[in-house]
């Protein structure tokens, strides 16, 4: 989910080459995922909301926070956008020698250190709680469902040896409270297979980019490990996101045209048939596709500098922020017995933990940049990574 190899940012982006969006995009899933994992964490839950009468204002927030529950999606597109970037390199200059030494010192060090720190972060917030607020924690509260998904977040031979081996929650069980984890380890494995894919490209478009992926798609079913069947099923989605990169270096003339059919055919598919992988993978290409060819005027807006200057800082605010809200939870729970049924604790703690990534950030993840990386400020547009 790094932009750290993107190419640098033109005067006048040509289409689908507004890479300053593209951070936007990457911040507004990350505060996205936040909000939704502290409407689930901080707040009784619609369940619960509707046995009491509220306000016409307190109802319309209420159910208008609904549209909060697609975080799972929202990292559908993150996966699209890390094979656009990664990809980004080759697809603009296709002839030059694929060095997998670099590649993957360059990948070890953005993505590892970081990682680590999340997991040393979590076990310290998870002792905290644990011993100060054990009724989380242990699965003990009044809700069957929450207390179901705590049960698998646990310290022992099944979630920690997958952890310290990059694949957090292979077997079965998360690290400790730190559930979203997951996506990360995804992302470790198809930063694996991308020298292997990139030589199947070099060979063959068709295979790379129709073969792989509707053979796993189609096979999926077959795969014994479910882990596995996840991972390989969500693959696909990554490689669309490599071929955007492509199409955005190439830029063939009615580009928009094509990438519609492209796009629309399978989606098509995908409702018609409720395979719900086909339809993650049109939404992801059709939304980076949309940010990547924005007006690079909009680029200029604070709010859109806002969202880039988060998305910049996204892995660390994306890797860190749970523990942080599962400790305000668990507060909350001890002290008063349930969640809050008003919103302001979720609004409160997404605001707190979405500050803390920020900073875990510049504390940490910044000494691990590319030393010719330069950080772009809200007051000034962005410089892309080399």
């Known amino acids: 989910m790094s932009i750290a190899d993107s190419v640098a940012t033109r005067p ?21 995922v936040v909000a939704g994992h502290a409407r689930w964490l901080l707040w009784t839950g619609h369940a619960n909301w509707i046995t009491e009468p509220h306000s016409l204002l307190g109802n319309g927030i209420a159910f208008a926070s609904a549209g909060l529950r697609f975080g799972h999606e929202a990292v559908m597109v993150f996966f699209a956008l890390s094979g656009f ?8 200059n296709p002839n030059n020698k694929f060095n997998i030494s670099q590649y993957s010192v360059r990948r070890i060090r953005r993505i590892i250190p970081p990682y680590l720190f999340a997991l040393l972060l979590t076990v310290v917030l998870d002792t905290i709680g644990r011993h100060s607020f054990p009724t989380l924690y242990l699965g003990k509260t009044s809700d069957p469902l929450l207390n179901k998904l705590f049960l698998v977040k646990t310290y022992n031979a099944r979630s920690v040896i997958p952890a310290l081996t990059f694949v957090p929650s292979a077997m079965g069980e998360d690290f400790g409270s730190n559930g979203p984890l997951w996506s990360i380890g995804y992302e470790m494995i198809y930063y694996s297979l991308y020298p292997l894919w990139l030589y199947v490209r070099r060979a063959s478009g068709v295979l790379a980019y129709i073969v792989i992926p509707v053979t796993l798609l189609a096979t999926s079913e077959l795969i014994p490990f479910s882990y596995c069947e996840a991972v390989l099923t969500k693959y696909p989605i990554w490689i669309a996101g490599a071929g955007l990169a492509e199409l955005a270096m190439n830029q063939p003339r009615r580009l928009k045209l094509i990438l519609f059919a492209a796009t629309l055919l399978p989606l098509a598919i995908g409702i018609l048939t409720n395979l719900i992988p086909i339809i993650h993978v049109c939404v992801g290409v059709s939304i980076v596709a949309t940010f990547a060819s924005l007006p690079a005027h909009l680029s200029k807006r604070r709010i859109s500098q ?13 890797a860190c922020h749970f523990p942080v809200l599962v400790l305000i939870s668990a507060w909350l729970v001890e002290t008063r017995g349930v969640r809050p049924f008003n919103g302001f604790a979720a609004l409160f703690g997404a605001a707190i933990s979405t500050c803390l990534g920020l900073i875990f950030f510049e504390l940490f993840e910044r000494q691990f940049l590319s030393r010719d990386v330069t950080l772009p400020s809200i007051d000034k547009p962005a410089p892309q990574h080399a």
């Not at 969006?21 to 990457?26: E, F, I, K, T």
């Not at 806002?306 to 994306?318: A, D, K, P, Q, T």
């Open 12 to 32: 006048q982006p040509p289409l689908l080459q507004n890479f300053p969006a593209l951070d936007a995009l990457r911040g507004l899933l990350a505060v996205y």
């Open 85 to 92: 970037f990664i990809h980004m390199r080759m697809a603009k």
């Open 306 to 318: 806002l969202f880039e200057h988060i998305g910049i800082r996204s892995y660390s605010l994306y």
